[in-house]
T-cell receptor
Framework: DVKVTQSSRYLVKRTGEKVFLECVQDMDHENMFWYRQDPGLGLRLIYFSYDVKMKEKGDIPEGYSVSREKKERFSLILESASTNQTSMYLC????????????FGPGTRLTVT | QKEVEQNSGPLSVPEGAIASLNCTYSDRVSQSFFWYRQYSGKSPELIMSIYSNGDKEDGRFTAQLNKASQYVSLLIRDSQPSDSATYLCAVIFIAGGTSYGKLTFGQGTILTVHP
């Protein structure tokens, strides 16, 4: 079974704090993705990575950065958290070839106060 | 702008009926098509993938793809209350010869199966 894990299910941070969200997959997937999901806005891609140390901006990268030092691990960083970054954050991974099905982690519900 | 569109619903069907969920997409240069199920407060779960025109069946689920009409659907036979969830349609579009496997999601259709 594919397993994607995220470091926290729930997280509460204060405005201005630096926040790290971590994602680990055990399927040797090349691609990894970070999304946020908000009511009425659906799933929006923040960043993705197709290889170690490689990253590409998604649709809403502002206010976020990412790090991928190892193939299995992809981190999302909020340099200075703001209240409009309160959201559900979802990590996913997939192979580059084959069907490219994305498998999601359980999500982190982040609240910034 | 490549888009994936779904009727947001809610779609309400009685237990045992067939639920039909529809999705259209705006661009012909597409590669792969997926259906995800998402329960409230949970993450999306992949339930079907389809890559070529026609039907693909897996248990009570059937995905149908018509690339000429830019249309993909999901049929759920013998619907159960446990099928009540939001169903997300997702497409991999190809741009500039590559896609990196990026998914474009629809807004999702809320399905309610009532006893």
């Amino acid at each position: 079974d594919v397993k994607v894990t995220q470091s926290s299910r729930y997280l509460v941070k204060r405005t201005g704090e630096k926040v790290f969200l971590e994602c680990v997959q055990d399927m040797d997937h090349e691609n990894m993705f970070w999304y946020r999901q908000d009511p009425g806005l659906g799933l929006r891609l923040i960043y993705f990575s197709y290889d170690v140390k490689m990253k590409e901006k998604g649709d809403i990268p502002e206010g976020y950065s990412v790090s991928r030092e190892k193939k299995e691990r992809f981190s999302l960083i909020l340099e200075s958290a703001s209240t409009n970054q309160t959201s559900m954050y979802l990590c996913a991974s997939s192979f580059q070839g084959r069907g490219r099905e994305q498998y999601f982690g359980p999500g982190t519900r982040l609240t910034v106060t | 702008q490549k888009e994936v569109e779904q009727n947001s619903g809610p779609l309400s069907v009685p237990e045992g009926a067939i639920a039909s969920l529809n999705c259209t997409y705006s661009d012909r240069v597409s590669q792969s098509f997926f259906w995800y199920r998402q329960y409230s407060g949970k993450s999306p779960e992949l339930i079907m993938s389809i890559y070529s025109n026609g039907d693909k069946e897996d248990g009570r689920f059937t995905a149908q793809l018509n690339k000429a009409s830019q249309y993909v659907s999901l049929l759920i036979r013998d619907s159960q209350p446990s099928d009540s969830a939001t169903y997300l349609c997702a497409v991999i579009f190809i741009a500039g010869g590559t896609s990196y496997g990026k998914l474009t999601f629809g807004q999702g259709t809320i399905l309610t199966v009532h006893p």
